[in-house]
């Protein structure tokens, strides 16, 4: 099995998810460059965090329309595992890979903190190895966080079960406190329809050693990982 | 041919700069604002015979990158003899 991880002019988090992926996963792992659109050896791409051409227009917006993520329609429909982080999240709203939207915080203001995630749905390839009920500690850094999806859409999101993490309090209450940026309903992350895209506003790869204050972001590595070996993915490279 | 794209978010949506920018305005004796909400203009100048072939072109280039269709509306204007920037 191979990860990807995408760097676009202005992403500041692909060394972070390289050096997680290669160093503490110990997977094999490869830069993609955002004009690549060859994934075929690929089978799980990441989209990191940072400021994808500057965030102009909108965050993620020109991102969300560049090669590689054209190209991740198609590789996700083969099923192929996209998980994007922060801006990577913007980029696949923006990109049409995941629902809603992300616009200003309602603060105004960035926020870089630690934050509580109650883990909504446990049967997900990225939330698999949680047990239910689990509050996930894991930083954010972002400016535009604030998730907004129509009610109609935001029904459909949690009929399917698609609202994967909320901002909560570190025992679990969802509560308007434990929100940082405003989102709709608390919402942090989604999956696809087919649970085969995760987008997420907090940084799995900055909660993955103790040095860095924190190791629950490897849940979501480790599996991964464990689904890409039990559907044989990884016998097959 | 000059277009003009009126970039806002859509009624209902909560504006956050928009209400900041009133509080400051408040600040600055303008209690007189009911409402204020921030958009965005963008200006391009694109190559059409006619006006309606520029706004369609434009159009399209809404739909796929100049406004997010969740959250913003747009208008589009065509600008008859001005340039958009001195050259």
């Not at chain 1, 509580?116 to 239910?132: A, I, Q």
């Not at chain 1, 109609?152 to 399917?160: D, G, I, N, S, V």
């Not at chain 2, 006006?51 to 065509?78: G, S």
């Amino acid at each position: 099995m191979r990860l990807g991880v995408v760097g676009f002019p202005g992403t500041w988090s692909y060394c972070d998810f390289h050096y997680v992926i290669s160093e503490v996963v110990r997977q094999p792992v490869r830069y993609v460059w955002h004009r690549d659109r060859d994934l075929a050896d690929l089978d799980c791409v990441v989209l990191p965090g940072g400021f994808s051409y500057g965030d102009y227009l909108r965050a993620g917006a020109v991102a969300g329309k560049s090669p590689v993520v054209e190209a991740l329609g198609d590789f996700a429909a083969r099923g192929g595992f996209v998980l994007g982080s922060c801006n990577g999240f913007q980029i696949l709203c923006e990109g049409g890979l995941l629902p809603g939207a992300l616009m200003r915080n309602e603060c105004l203001q960035y926020r870089c903190q630690s934050t509580s995630l109650l883990v909504e749905n446990v049967d997900t390839p990225f939330t698999r190895g949680m047990p239910p009920g689990q509050v996930l500690t894991m930083p954010i850094s972002h400016g535009e966080g604030k998730h907004y999806a129509d009610p109609e859409t935001l029904r459909t999101l949690k009929a399917r079960r698609q609202v994967v993490f909320r901002y909560a309090t570190a025992d679990g209450q969802v509560v308007r406190a434990a929100n940082p940026n405003g989102s709709v309903e608390n919402i942090a992350g989604v999956v696809n329809e087919g649970g085969n895209v995760l987008g997420l506003m907090p940084h799995p790869e900055r909660a993955a050693e103790t040095a860095m204050g924190g190791t629950d972001g490897l849940l979501l590595f480790q599996s991964l990982l464990g689904t890409l070996v039990e559907d044989g993915t990884f016998l097959r490279r | 041919m000059r277009v003009r794209v009126l970039v806002r978010l859509k009624p209902g949506i909560l504006d956050v700069q928009g209400a900041a920018v009133q509080r400051a305005l408040l600040g600055l004796g303008f209690g007189d604002v009911r409402e204020l909400r921030v958009g965005k203009l963008i200006e391009v100048e694109v190559e059409a015979g006619a006006a309606e072939a520029a706004r369609a072109r434009v159009d399209e280039m809404c739909r796929k990158l100049l406004a997010n269709p969740i959250l913003e509306d747009y208008t589009i204007e065509t600008v008859e003899g001005e340039r958009l920037a001195p050259h």
